[in-house]
């Protein structure tokens, strides 16, 4: 399967100030994903990233506050953009590696604290 | 979108027992169910996976059941040991997209 790394591992930040998680994949993919999952709670669908075009968000996610990017088949960024107490979570991104009715494999993660 | 859920939500049992987790969705459209397992601290992992053309799939101690008709899905672990205390999610992915959505998981202890 693909290798998934995500950075930073762990921020703590600032209400108001906004971050940027980079996920980088070992090898070109067709799909990416972002996901949250808040302490002790299942994961949650934020947005597909999709190459060369704007994401597709879920409902309850807007582009505003959740911009996402995807220049290439092998990376993509989630900002969490004005960040508030609320947004602490653990952000996921995953892959399929292939077409649908694929597994997605998950990175890391990165845990967000926010103050 | 698609709801998934997810029955029970802790579970414990003995080291050598069986341990049944259960999902059910609500799009029929729905055509693909993979479990993960989740450890703290890490990342979701995939264990097993069933397509909406399949009934029964097993590996090992493992196995996933699927009926279509009643929309649900179960996760059957067999001679559990310690090893499988984790957090299970289940999850159902629409044909197009591939995006999933998650049951809220378990949390299964297998006492020693």
């Known amino acids: 399967s693909a290798v998934i790394s995500q950075k930073p591992s762990r921020d703590i930040c600032q209400r108001g100030t906004s971050l940027t998680i980079q996920c980088q994949v070992d090898?070109?993919?067709?799909?990416m994903f972002w996901y949250r999952q808040q302490p002790g709670q299942s994961l949650t669908l934020i947005a597909t990233?999709?190459?060369?075009?704007?994401?597709?968000?879920e409902s309850g996610f807007v582009i505003d506050k959740f911009p996402i990017s995807r220049p290439n088949l092998t990376f993509s960024t989630l900002t969490v953009s004005n960040m508030s107490p609320e947004d602490s979570s653990i952000y996921l991104c995953?892959?399929?590696?292939?077409?649908?009715?694929?597994?997605?494999?998950f990175g890391p993660g990165t845990r967000l604290t926010v103050l | 979108g698609e709801n998934v859920e997810q029955h029970p939500s802790t579970l414990s049992v003995q080291e050598g027992d069986s341990a049944v987790i259960k999902c059910t969705y609500s799009?029929?459209?729905?055509?693909?169910f993979p479990w993960y397992k989740q450890e703290l601290g890490k990342r979701p992992q995939l264990i097993i996976d069933?397509?909406?053309?399949?009934g029964e799939k097993k590996d090992q101690r493992i196995a996933v059941t699927l009926n279509k008709t009643a929309k649900h899905f179960s996760l059957h672990i067999t001679e559990t040991q310690p090893e499988d205390s984790a957090v299970y999610f289940c999850a159902a992915s629409f044909p197009l997209g591939n995006q999933f959505y998650f049951g809220t998981g378990t949390s299964l202890t297998v006492i020693p």
């Open positions: 069933i397509r909406s053309n399949v």
């Open positions: 799009d029929s459209a729905s055509n693909y």
């Open positions: 990233a999709n190459q060369g075009s704007e994401a597709t968000y």
């Open positions: 995953s892959v399929d590696p292939g077409h649908f009715d694929q597994p997605q494999f």
């Open positions: 090898s070109q993919v067709t799909m």
